[in-house]
Nanobody, 119 residues
Framework: QVQLVESGGGLVHAGGSLRLSCAASGNIFNIYIMAWYRQAPGKQRGLVAKITSDGNTDYIDSVKGRFTISRDNAKNTVYLQMNSLNTEDTAVYYC?????????????WGQGTQVTVSS
């Protein structure tokens, strides 16, 4: 099993920045993908950004140039630096990982952290 603990959410004014962190722990053999998803009120959860074990990244169009995903493989931690935030970024942000643990390869989710951007 893998446990994901997120931190860094909060309230920020439009144009501001936040940095989310997510640390994975447990019986981890390998982490293949780490990612951030978000879910706004009344909307489905959707991918924001993802990063592979060798550092390849992918972003949704609405955050390109504003958000940066990175990871520290030694610490099993993924980060999301969010700049130039706007009110449409308000959502609960969830950490996701696809990892090899006990009993096998599976997907895991964090508990979510609230990001609120005020106008």
């Amino acid at each position: 099993q893998v446990q994901l603990v997120e931190s860094g959410g909060g309230l920020v004014h439009a144009g501001g920045s936040l940095r989310l962190s997510c640390a994975a722990s447990g019986n981890i053999f390998n982490i293949y993908i780490m990612a951030w998803y978000r879910q706004a009120p009344g909307k489905q959860r959707g991918l924001v950004a993802k990063i592979t074990s060798d550092g390849n990244t992918d972003y949704i169009d609405s955050v390109k140039g504003r958000f940066t995903i990175s990871r520290d493989n030694a610490k099993n931690t993924v980060y999301l630096q969010m700049n130039s935030l706007n009110t449409e970024d308000t959502a609960v942000y969830y950490c996701y990982t696809f990892a090899h643990s006990i009993p096998g390869i599976s997907a895991y989710w964090g508990q979510g952290t609230q990001v609120t951007v005020s106008s």
